[in-house]
T-cell receptor, first 114, second 111 residues
Framework: KAGVTQTPRYLIKTRGQQVTLSCSPI?????VSWYQQTPGQGLQFLFE???????NKGNFPGRFSGRQFSNSRSEMNVSTLELGDSALYLC?????????????FGPGTRLTVT | GQNIDQPTEMTATEGAIVQINCTYQ??????LFWYQQHAGEAPTFLSY????GLEEKGRFSSFLSRSKGYSYLLLKELQMKDSASYLC????????????FGAGTQVVVTP
């Protein structure tokens, strides 16, 4: 069974630009969660999608948004990038139902904002 | 809300045993996860405890005491490849997909 995939793996953007990151969950998983990881703040929850609905949102500004498609693939978007958005963005999938399930993480997208 | 505390770093010798503690405070308990993360890689699942007691899985064991808000991960017969960050995480009561992670404990295994 293929694991969670994320594209792109690396990204360099300039302040003020926007970025879209993509995540393909493990086949059959319906929940997709996004996390931001930085050396200073550790792993922080961004949001979770289940069956195309946002089920939870973390404490991040509205510049961070996401969506999930009918095939469970998910995208997250960050608009008006700031230097502090430089981080590793991890996507995790779990499922197929409501839980309890462990989350399977993708390799992450490393975003650098200059 | 939730609060999770773990030591920042631990060093141990190859072949030894290391115990990584995690204390937590939460308004609603829904189990506790342990994840391992090697540098530059994604976290991988190690264990899930929801009932009190010790669960053994090969060289790794995890313990939970709900009344004390305490868990530990025990790594036995340490190997060099066990050098990694170990993360304690709590799911919220409304969703398994929302994990709050501790800051992680960096374990350094020396020859």
């Amino acid at each position: 069974k293929a694991g969670v995939t994320q594209t792109p793996r690396y990204l360099i953007k300039t302040r003020g630009q926007q970025v879209t990151l993509s995540c393909s969950p493990i086949s059959g998983h319906r929940s997709v969660s996004w996390y931001q990881q930085t050396p200073g703040q550790g792993l922080q929850f961004l949001f979770e999608y289940f069956s195309e609905t946002q089920r939870n949102k973390g404490n991040f500004p509205g510049r961070f948004s996401g969506r999930q498609f009918s095939n469970s693939r998910s995208e997250m978007n960050v608009s008006t990038l700031e230097l502090g958005d430089s981080a590793l963005y991890l996507c995790a999938s779990s499922g197929p139902g409501q839980g309890p399930y462990e989350q399977y993480f993708g390799p992450g997208t490393r975003l650098t904002v200059t | 809300g939730q609060n999770i505390d773990q030591p920042t770093e631990m060093t141990a010798t190859e072949g030894a045993i290391v115990q990584i503690n995690c204390t937590y405070q939460t308004s609603g308990f829904n189990g506790l996860f342990w994840y391992q993360q090697h540098a530059g890689e994604a976290p991988t699942f190690l264990s899930y405890n929801v009932l009190d007691g010790l669960e053994e899985k090969g060289r790794f064991s995890s313990f939970l005491s709900r009344s004390k808000g305490y868990s530990y991960l025990l790594l036995k017969e340490l190997q060099m490849k066990d050098s990694a960050s170990y993360l304690c995480a709590l799911p919220t009561t409304d969703s398994w997909g929302k994990l709050q992670f501790g800051a992680g404990t960096q374990v350094v295994v020396t020859p």
